[in-house]
């Protein structure tokens, strides 16, 4: 068993038991091949809930600020994490995504970019990879937040298929596909 598994074991009981976390449409993750993981955000928790019952490793962006202090650089690095720099167009982290999703991996991506509560706004940076590279994308939504010993939901839906858009990285083909992944994370609930 390797560190990210490892992980991902330990990570799984203690959300269990803190947050009595419970997962929805596990089956709805491809297996295999690049996909990409697009979720709400509304807490620093988000990246381990939407992983550990995913069954394979995700890779996903995090603020290269995280990366200044090596140990904390060291331990995020082997859990999926690769830079991304906040506040404009991060050529290095698009590039990387790209060549992870063409070598077949999973992504998981926060399309707003931010913390938010409300799914309500969100960059194009999703849009563009799942356009680009043919990758399908799995809509994800935490319910209803994190309280202890509450319990917390985490919904994987249908993948969206995005061969509609093939091609067409335009601003507007780049925005009604941004705001189709917002609606379908939107529509995700229990029950």
């Known amino acids: 068993m390797n560190f990210y598994e490892f992980a991902r074991v330990v ?21 295999e091949g690049g996909v990409l993981l697009c979720s709400n955000h509304i807490s620093v928790l988000d990246p381990p809930t939407l992983g550990i ?3 394979r490793r995700l890779h996903y962006m995090a603020k290269s600020e995280l990366f200044n202090f090596k140990p904390f650089a060291a ?43 409300d799914a309500s706004s969100a960059k194009r940076g999703a849009a563009l990879l799942a356009i680009r590279s043919g ?46 992944i917002m609606q379908r994370i939107r529509e995700l609930n229990v029950g």
Do not use: W
């Open 11 to 31: 990570l799984r009981f203690l959300f269990t038991v803190l947050f009595r976390l419970k997962a929805h449409g596990v089956e709805n993750i491809p297996r």
């Open 53 to 55: 019952y995913v069954p």
């Open 75 to 117: 331990l995020i690095t082997a859990l999926g994490a690769f830079p991304v720099k906040r506040g404009g167009v991060s050529k290095e982290a698009i590039k990387t995504s790209l060549q992870l999703l063409r070598d077949g991996h999973a992504i998981l991506m926060f399309p707003e970019g931010t913390r938010n509560s």
């Open 135 to 180: 990758a399908p994308v799995v809509p994800c939504r935490i319910v209803p937040g994190y309280r202890l010993f509450r319990r917390t939901h985490v919904i994987y839906g249908p993948p969206i298929d995005f061969a509609p858009f093939a091609g067409s990285t335009d601003g507007d083909a780049l925005d009604r596909a941004t705001e189709l």
